[in-house]
Every structure is written in structure tokens, then in C-alpha cells.
């Protein structure tokens, strides 16, 4: 039994590997990151990171909409320009835990791979 557990954790982790690759091999990424704001991804043991450059943008200003399989992050800069980024995940985000930080400029999103969420569409509260 615990065999096919870890057997399961492996095929999961090479899925996120590529996703990870494809995400940052697609030309329509960077062109995004130049046209609205830039996203760059991490991966620990325990989480997925997305992290969101806005260093013109006040916390209160920032948006996190998880639904099914797409994170989408929405600012308002302070010049009153809005811009968003939808990412598509390989697994459906609103049935992971999920919490975000905000300083400096830099939004961080953590999304724990083992512990669930509601599995419903939600807004994330942005700590700071």
C-alpha cells in the first residue's frame, strides 16, 4: 500500500516537472511577462510557488481567483491600469490549500501539493 502511494507521488511530481518546462518554453509566457506583469515559478518538496513581480501595485489592489484548474491573478497599478495573468495548472488548484504574501512588490503564491482546499471557486486573502 504504501508502495502505490509513493508510485502516485512520482507520476504527480514528473507531471509538474512538465508543466513547469512547457510553462517556461511557450514564447506566449514571455511575451505576457513583458505585456503585463512577470510570473515565475518554483517548485519544494511541499509546494508550488508562483510568484508575481508588481511593484507598482498596493496589496489591496491585487486579485487571486482560484477556480477548477486556473489560478488568475488581476492588479490595478497605481496609475489605474489593470492588467491579470491566468495560469493553467496541471491539477485543479481549488483543491489545494493555497495562501499568497505580498511585499516589496512581490506577490508570492503558495500552493501546497498535499493538503486540500474546498475544491470551490475562491478568493485568496493576500497577507502581508
Not at 489545494?96 to 470551490?120: P, T
Amino acid at each position: 500500500m504504501m508502495n502505490d502511494h509513493n508510485e502516485h507521488k512520482k507520476a504527480d511530481m514528473s507531471e509538474v516537472e512538465k508543466w513547469m518546462e512547457q510553462f517556461f518554453l511557450d514564447p506566449l509566457t514571455s511575451y505576457m511577462d513583458q505585456l503585463t506583469f512577470r510570473i515565475d515559478l518554483y517548485e519544494t518538496h511541499t509546494h508550488i510557488i508562483v510568484e508575481a513581480l508588481l511593484p507598482d501595485v498596493d496589496p489591496e489592489d491585487i486579485d487571486i481567483v482560484l477556480e477548477d484548474y486556473n489560478m488568475t491573478i488581476a492588479a490595478k497599478k497605481k496609475n489605474k491600469e489593470s492588467c491579470s495573468r491566468k495560469i493553467e495548472l496541471p491539477f485543479r488548484v481549488a483543491d489545494k490549500r493555497v495562501h499568497a504574501h505580498f511585499a516589496n512588490g512581490i506577490l508570492e503564491v503558495w500552493i501546497d501539493k498535499y493538503r486540500s482546499g474546498n475544491g470551490k471557486k475562491r478568493y485568496i486573502i493576500i497577507s502581508e
